[in-house]
Nanobody
Framework: QLQLVESGGGLVQAGGSLRLSCSASARTFSSHTLAWFRQAPGKERDFVATISGSGGSSRYSDSVKGRFTISRESAKNTVYLQMTSLKPEDTAVYYC????????????????????WGQGTQVTVAS
């Protein structure tokens, strides 16, 4: 079992930055693909970014490409999401997720393909 705990959310002005962290409990952390999804009120959970177990591959949604960076630190069993140039439309609950395989772009961008989820952290961007 892999337990995920997110932190780092909060209130920020448009144009500002935040760094989210997701800490994992299992020693098998380094073998898992990690991802960030987000869900705004009344909307579906959307893919944000994902990173492979080795950290050598990553993917981003078009809406955050160039503004957000996903990274991982295996020694700390932690994955990060550095968010810059934040916009009000980035407001959502951000979730960390994990799966054992890397796989196709569709697979890594689909919430149902992830086996483990954190509880979420709220990010609010004020205009």
């Amino acid at each position: 079992q892999l337990q995920l705990v997110e932190s780092g959310g909060g209130l920020v002005q448009a144009g500002g930055s935040l760094r989210l962290s997701c800490s994992a409990s299992a020693r098998t952390f380094s073998s898992h693909t990690l991802a960030w999804f987000r869900q705004a009120p009344g909307k579906e959970r959307d893919f944000v970014a994902t990173i492979s177990g080795s950290g050598g591959s990553s993917r981003y949604s078009d809406s955050v490409k160039g503004r957000f960076t996903i990274s991982r630190e295996s020694a700390k069993n932690t994955v990060y999401l550095q968010m810059t140039s934040l916009k009000p439309e980035d407001t959502a609950v951000y979730y960390c997720a994990a799966r054992q395989l890397w796989g196709s772009a569709i697979a890594t961008m689909t919430p149902a393909r992830y086996n483990y989820w954190g509880q979420g952290t709220q990010v609010t961007v004020a205009s």
